[in-house]
Nanobody
Framework: QVQLVESGGGLVQAGGSLRLSCAAS????????MAWFRQAPGKEREFVAA????????YYADSVKGRFTVSRDNAKNTVYLQMNSLKPEDTAVYYC?????????????????WGQGTQVTVSS
């Protein structure tokens, strides 16, 4: 089992920045990739960004490319999502997810473990 705890959400004005953190604990040695998803009210959960735990290769949704950066600190078992130039349409609950078994994908069913989510609200 892997436990994930997100933090860093909040309210920010359009154009501002936030940094989300996701701390992993438990059997993290099996982790292949970690990802961020988000879900706005009335919408499906959508992929935001992902990072391979080993090697650090990153992947982004087109909607956040150039504005968001995903990174990891292996020593702290923590993944970060730096969000710059935030827009009102970025408002959502942001979830951290982890996969095992050499899987990395852009759909929620790729991932085995999920955090509880953290709210990000961007005001116009």
């Amino acid at each position: 089992q892997v436990q994930l705890v997100e933090s860093g959400g909040g309210l920010v004005q359009a154009g501002g920045s936030l940094r989300l953190s996701c701390a992993a604990s438990g059997r993290t040695y099996n982790t292949y990739a970690m990802a961020w998803f988000r879900q706005a009210p009335g919408k499906e959960r959508e992929f935001v960004a992902a990072i391979r735990w080993s090697g650090g290769r990153t992947y982004y949704a087109d909607s956040v490319k150039g504005r968001f950066t995903v990174s990891r600190d292996n020593a702290k078992n923590t993944v970060y999502l730096q969000m710059n130039s935030l827009k009102p349409e970025d408002t959502a609950v942001y979830y951290c997810a982890a996969s095992t078994g050499y899987r990395l994908g852009f759909t929620a069913n790729t991932y085995d473990y999920w955090g509880q989510g953290t709210q990000v609200t961007v005001s116009s």
